[in-house]
């Protein structure tokens, strides 16, 4: 359970550094991270006339790589996600189970016109890592506003909740961790 | 008045595409919410006799009777589900059939996620006054969401009791209180004892954004509105749509944004910068501050206006050496809740250490406080929690307290903090609970420098 390996899916996410990414996971939940060097192919999840990627595709990819055996798999990509019937998502996880990704397509300032931050996209992509994350270990969403598993379909929210987890989300992570 | 939960709202997606049911009942089951699903008009009547189910989404397109048919089919019968039209191809023409015909409201695929969840909170909003309305209107005898408020001193039941007051009326707040006395978390009970909790609670730090900034910020920007502009960009006034807009530290409002403000106030409208389309402002307004705005009035620093506008129901939270019978149980809580998010065994506190919490003059209020007994949780090593372990000492601060002004006792504390943290900015600002720019102002303002 206490496995997490970050996988880049694609080319390497630019901006971001994974190597901190894991820091701040291991900063945060009780879990031992580490980054696998080898970027997974994910062409077969694109939609050619969205020009997205369908992220429960993604999951079924991660979860096909026998090679990849850590309790939980963390995908990261900078191409944009989708699922039908919505315009895009940030990531999507399994709910106790093993695979989640993230996308830092919408995380970038400089896609909603503001100027570059690293730093803005580095807590951004932390907390996104959290939040899939705390879904892969049972979490659902959480109505306390100050919780990284607040639900975000906004960058602005994203921006609002801190990168920890309330209490009680925090009591269920101590009970299966 | 019950703690909400989403798992009591049963949603039903009725559309023939497998893929769009198992993306849409996934995305709502994140947010706990009773799913059921149906891939044709037969299944969703079927579900719908089988047991009780709240919001529909419904596809217009299908094999076999269609979403609008079903509609009229389900009306028939039922008169309180909460129907959601989703269709491919909206045409003004449909759309207009489904809402004459009862229909909550529609959307297109795809849709926007934000959309969605907005519109989903909106029927889960309504299903709540439908649901109070019938088991009659109880009063508000229990407020709900203040454990993180603690307190049994009587200066504390009466701030809660002007929060029971307020919460559930429309009306705007005004928080009073020094840094670090917890007026968010006020806000935050006000918010979720209204009847606007099903929608965000939306705080705006006004100290924390420059000026140039803030109206970008608040109103948000259409795609295009100037260069780089790419993305229309939610602000801050819309994001809190049907919810509630925090203002804190709005005694630090720029003139030229207590003008927009209030604008935005009176007119309860408002355009994106950019934008031509006027967009409804419904949201309650909370702000706080630990000015004097009075004071600031006089010198033509807050508008005479405005201050009228938010000074209509006044907390006044007050300083923790106002209230030192609450130190021991605010202890107890920040030592139990630290502990617990360090996976660490719950220490005791030593009484002589005790002693020293009750006799600190906490000029940083509950967050000084919180932050002194994480800080102990940090250094101690599993016994009792000693005197030694805090970062206050008896008497020190207290000392001379008399013939001192807050101001001083604020820039002892900061330097303090500077100097423990070696002028490291930004482990500074977070210990003292404030942000980057207020610090940067603060060092400025009482002149502190850092040591060649
Ligand atoms: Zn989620
Ligand atoms: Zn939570």
Known sequence: ?177 | MSAFDPSDITIMIVDDEASVRQSLEAWFEDDGYTMVTAQNAAEALQRLQEGTIDIILLDIKMPGMDGLALQDRIREFNSDVIIIIITAFATVDTAVRALKAGAFDYTTKPVDPDELSHLVRKAVENIRLLRENKAMRESLDQLQYVDDIIGQSPQMQKVLELVKTVAPTDSTVLILGESGTGKELIARAIHMNSRRRYFPLIPVNCGAIPETLLESELFGHEKGAFTGAQYRRKGKFEMAQGGTLFLDEIGTLGLKSQVDLLRVLQDKEFHRIGGERLVKADFRLICATNLDLEEEVKHARFREDLYYRINVFTILLPPLRDRRADIPLLARHFIEQHAKAMNKPVPELRSDAMDVLLTHNWPGNVRELENALERALVINQGSAIAPDDLPVQVGRATAGTRNTTLAEIEKEFILRTLESHGWNITRSAEQLGIDRVTLYNKIEKYGLKRPE
Do not use: W
């Open chain 1, 1 to 177: 359970m206490r496995d997490v390996s970050i996988i880049p899916l694609g080319a390497h996410p630019r901006d971001i550094r994974l190597e901190d990414l894991k820091a701040g996971i291991e900063r945060v939940l009780p879990v031992t991270a580490s980054v696998v060097m080898h970027p997974l192919d994910i062409d077969v999840a694109l939609d050619g006339s969205r020009k997205q990627y369908h992220s429960t595709s993604v999951l079924t990819l991660l979860l096909g790589r026998s090679e990849l055996s850590s309790s939980r798999l963390l995908g990261i990509t900078s191409f944009d996600l989708f699922v039908p019937v919505l315009t895009f998502v940030f990531g999507q996880a399994q709910v106790n189970n093993r695979a989640a990704v993230f996308s830092t397509f919408r995380l970038h300032n400089e896609f909603y016109g503001l100027p570059r931050s690293g730093e803005i996209l580095a807590e951004r992509c932390l907390k996104e890592a959290l939040h899939e994350l705390g879904h892969t270990y049972g979490l659902r969403h959480c109505l306390d506003y100050p919780c990284v598993m607040n639900s975000s379909t906004y960058v602005e929210d994203i921006d609002l909740k801190p990168p920890d987890f309330c209490l009680p989300c925090r009591d269920h992570l101590n009970s299966v961790l």
